[in-house]
């Protein structure tokens, strides 16, 4: 899995956006797809990250989202 920048993914009725990315960590926030301006940021490892997301899939176009 390559983990990016601005990557959204979706797992069951969540929603995380990646919003930097370090070599061993991740910064993320969780969004909620009807205020996407809204949310709580998280900084976490890589390992932990991929942990969270595990099953999840990624959303190709955010647009559909309204974001």
Known sequence: ???RQNQL???GDQFYRIVHLERLSVDYKT???KDPEAGTHHSVTKKEFCRLIKGAEEVVDPRL???
Do not use: A, Y
């Open 1 to 3: 899995m390559k983990l």
């Open 9 to 11: 993914w979706k797992q």
């Open 31 to 33: 969004v909620d797809p």
């Open 65 to 67: 989202f309204g974001m």
